[in-house]
């Protein structure tokens, strides 16, 4: 308990920065490396994400060598990044900027969709339509009961959402033919309202140079971070969270 009251204090000091690791933490999946004045090291257990939060100093660089089964790495500071490509060999990285619904009050919005639970059926649908992360990890989410689809009021799905391993929203998906239709807004509202329902941080993680998501976020009233945070990995096609392209801001 002494841990992870330090983790919290530390992370509470800029908590737009450092939400992923509030969220593993407040799931209660997070292993507490590390916990003192200068840093916070968590090992999230169900996305098996090694994730830090520290200042520049000797002691958090000595506190980084021999981890096991280092092959994803979440960081909030680039001091650290070159260190730890080069000491586990994680070639791959992803730069994304975070963002947070602050309101702990439920969304209110047109509900013009059908939004639940997937069929079988629908995650056939599903993987046949959506290759940023393996079936294995989208049939994981589903057991956690963290993935939706939508459906029309013709009864056509429209598109899905979820969350990622981690605990961020993602996985956002509008079938072309039903794009601009303000679908994809509906269904990360509903997904804030369910981060909110269950007590999660309602955040998201969108790569820098996704412009449309990036001004969905911003139309939905979520928190621009001014810092980017990074995804270290030996190999992207086994990161449990790589940021969606989001094709319909409407």
């Known amino acids: 308990m002494q841990d992870y009251n330090k983790a919290i204090k530390y ?44 200042e520049n100093t000797e002691k958090i660089f000595e506190c980084l060598k021999g981890l096991e089964n280092c092959y994803l790495f979440y960081v909030t500071d680039n001091c650290f990044v070159k260190y730890l490509q080069k000491l586990y060999n994680l070639d791959e990285i992803l730069i ?30 599903i993987k046949k339509n959506y290759d940023k992360i393996t079936d294995e990890e989208l049939e994981e989410i ?14 056509n799905m429209v598109g899905f959402i979820g ?25 990360e509202r509903f997904m804030i309202n369910d981060f909110i329902r269950k007590g999660m941080i309602p955040f998201c ?28 990995s030996d190999n992207l096609e086994v ?4 940021t969606d392209e989001i094709k319909e801001d409407k």
């Open 142 to 155: 589903n057991k956690l009961h963290n993935l939706y689809v939508g459906y029309d009021k013709s009864k």
């Open 163 to 187: 969350s990622h391993l981690e605990g961020s929203m993602g996985i956002l998906e509008v079938f072309p033919q039903y794009r601009r239709n303000g679908y994809a807004s509906e269904l």
């Open 11 to 54: 992370l509470s000091k800029d908590k737009l920065s450092n939400c992923a690791l509030l969220q593993v933490l407040k799931r209660n999946t997070a292993n507490i490396l590390k916990a003192e004045e200068d840093g916070v090291l968590l090992f999230d257990e169900v996305s098996n994400a090694y994730m830090l939060s520290a």
């Open 205 to 232: 993680q969108v790569e820098v140079n996704n412009e449309k998501s990036i001004r969905l976020q911003r139309k939905l009233g979520l928190k621009e971070s001014e810092k980017v945070v990074y995804w270290l």
């Open 96 to 125: 994304c900027k975070q963002f947070i619904y602050e309101d702990e009050h439920i969304v209110d919005y047109d509900k013009n969709l059908d939004i639940r639970e997937p069929s079988s059926l629908d995650m056939d649908i």
């Open 239 to 242: 990161k449990f969270k790589i």
